[in-house]
């Protein structure tokens, strides 16, 4: 079935420790991005990738890398300089049509991060 | 600045009835609108987006009207099951590339058999 999987599902950090959280999709669509819920808060995006070995800063980047080397693929780590990591973490992409982006974005199952 | 208001933030209904979800946004100037569907500890799941151009969709028992002048969208649920339960969010886009959508809080249904 096509759609788009993270990984891990769970994942608890110590203080000071990097962490890499998997987004993959084979929706073959180009426009991948990076958001993180908070309860009582909307969704706020971290990081966005257009195109292949291409991305932008969202509105909350600071403490978060992303790289985008293959179309399928767009990780993140979320740093030790996050001051405040734990969060629901949601990779979502949308697809083009005739070279525009369609705007409808759809989302993985999430990554529940928790630092200890 | 746009922002995205969502009332009630959660809503009871017995099994079967006819239902609204509301979505309000300050600034009219939006490309489109996308209804969501979230169940706890899940993912988002597409149900409806209305490009800015049109009024309404429609998928199933599900309705969403779009009234950019006066800022409002709103969410219709047919006969409303126990399984429609979750967390409803809408957002507005700000543009084409999808990289300024603004989310609301979400609307938690919870129908009871």
């Known amino acids: 079935d096509g759609g788009i999987t993270q990984s891990p599902k769970y994942l608890f950090r110590k203080e000071g420790q990097n962490v890499t959280l998997s987004c993959e999709q084979n929706?073959?669509?180009?426009?991948m991005y990076w958001y993180r819920q908070d309860p009582g808060q909307g969704l706020r995006l971290i990081y966005y990738?257009?195109?292949?070995?291409?991305?932008q800063k969202g509105d909350i980047a600071e403490g978060y890398s992303v790289s985008r080397e293959k179309k399928e693929s767009f990780p993140l780590t979320v740093t030790s300089a996050q001051k405040n990591p734990t969060a629901f973490y949601l990779c979502?992409?949308?697809?083009?049509?005739?070279?525009?982006?369609?705007?409808?974005?759809?989302f993985g199952e999430g990554s529940r991060l928790t630092v200890l | 600045k746009q922002e995205v208001t969502q009332i009630p933030a959660a809503l009871s209904v017995p099994e079967g009835e006819n239902l609204v979800l509301n979505c309000s946004f300050t600034?009219?100037?939006?490309?489109?609108l996308q209804w969501f569907r979230q169940d706890p500890g899940k993912g988002l799941t597409s149900l409806l987006l209305?490009?800015?151009?049109?009024r309404e969709q429609t998928s199933g028992r599900l309705n969403a009207s779009l009234d950019k002048s006066s800022g409002r969208s709103t969410l219709y649920i047919a006969a409303s099951q126990p399984g429609d339960s979750a967390t409803y969010l809408c957002a507005v886009s700000l543009n084409q590339a999808g990289t300024a959508l603004i989310f609301g809080k979400g609307t938690t249904l919870s129908v009871s058999s």
């Open positions: 990738s257009q195109i292949v070995n291409d991305f």
């Open positions: 979502a992409s949308s697809r083009r049509n005739r070279g525009l982006n369609t705007g409808e974005l759809f």
């Open positions: 209305i490009q800015s151009s049109q």
């Open positions: 929706l073959n669509h180009d426009a």
């Open positions: 600034d009219s100037a939006i490309y489109n």
